[in-house]
């Protein structure tokens, strides 16, 4: 079946409160609509076309997420499309691809586990034998499980590259207590998704998370996972059986794309090549094989 045209842009009758690479937030009084479009994104550039469905796989997942960590506060008001105000129902093209969510402070930093050594941890224990200041164990090489996770905080810049930074540097910037909470909190999540997804055989090898302050809570101000919960986007997932120390691994996520990308010897600052057809559409299938596969359900398209 051919896809809907992929959604790259929102443009309701509703206060925008930001518009990410891949999200567009519109502010509805207490709380906020939080869409997800098609817009996909590599290396802090958003690339052209879209991948269509892939803001409604990217919800549906997180909302699974969320979900099954019940006993974590998150930023979740409300997720079915009929409770949601009329005013929003009346554009069913956001259907399946919005939710309603807390309005919180956002965290400054973005908290990344990992488990396994890719990317640029890999990069920076090559250069220094540390990730973000973490010493790690001589003789690690592409795709090494670590011996126990580590936290590796990254600074959220608002035009360029996201950077590693130190425990430490995550102290000066959020408090010692909050940066704490939130190391131990990353941790927590990602060693039980970790271990779900092992039971669906899929390796999340590291994933980001972003947390928010509420400051309107009942009980005083209280830390929420807020953003996305461990999707394609946030994470790099491996199907366990292709696992290998010492190569990259095939993915059910976004590195699909990068890997493209650099086949085409683009520079990264100028613009982007044009994704062909080909490559959307084994991204869009990839998306919703890593649905199927970590949820054991269909998304709703
Ligand atoms: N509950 C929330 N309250 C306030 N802001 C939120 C909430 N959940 C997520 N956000 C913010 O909304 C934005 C989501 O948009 P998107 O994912 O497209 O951003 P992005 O391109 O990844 O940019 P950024 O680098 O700022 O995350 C993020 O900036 C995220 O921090
Ligand atoms: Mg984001």
């Known amino acids: 079946m051919t896809p809907m045209p992929a959604l790259l842009e929102t443009s309701l009758p509703l206060p925008l409160a930001r518009r990410g690479k891949v999200r567009d937030v519109y502010d509805l009084g207490d ?9 996909i994104s590599a290396f802090d550039v958003v690339l052209s076309p879209g991948i269509p469905d892939k803001g409604k796989i990217l919800t549906q997942m997180s909302t699974f997420w969320f979900r099954h960590f019940g006993d974590i506060e998150n930023h979740l008001v409300e997720t079915e499309w009929d409770a949601f105000p009329a005013e929003v129902r009346a554009h069913a093209e956001l259907r399946g691809r919005s939710v ?9 930093v973005e908290c990344v586990a990992r488990g396994y050594l890719v990317g640029s941890g890999l990069k920076e ?30 600074t959220k810049e608002e035009t360029g590259h996201d950077e590693n930074i130190s425990f430490e540097r995550m102290c000066a910037i959020v408090g010692d207590d909050l940066a704490a909470q939130l190391r131990d909190l990353t941790l927590r999540i990602y060693q039980r998704a970790a271990a779900y997804a092992e039971t669906r055989g899929i390796i999340i090898a590291d994933t ?8 309107h809570a009942t009980r005083g101000n209280i830390v929420v996972w807020i953003d996305e919960a461990l999707t394609p986007d946030s994470s790099r997932f491996w199907p366990a059986d292709k696992y290998a120390v010492g190569s990259n691994p095939p993915s059910f996520d976004k590195q699909f794309v990068r890997d493209w990308l650099e086949t085409t010897g683009w520079d990264k600052t100028s613009a982007p090549p044009e994704l062909p057809d080909e490559v959307v559409m084994k991204t869009r299938e990839k998306y919703i094989e890593a649905f199927r596969t970590l949820t054991g359900g269909e998304p709703e398209l």
């Open 208 to 215: 980001k998370f972003e947390f928010g302050i509420d400051e």
């Open 100 to 108: 309603i969510v807390r309005k919180c402070k956002v965290v400054p």
């Open 31 to 39: 709380t906020y609509l939080f869409v997800a479009t098609d817009r």
């Open 125 to 154: 224990y090559k250069e220094t034998g540390k990730v973000c200041g973490i010493k790690l164990e001589r003789g690690l090489t592409t795709a090494s499980r670590l011996r126990e996770p580590i936290f590796t905080p990254a």
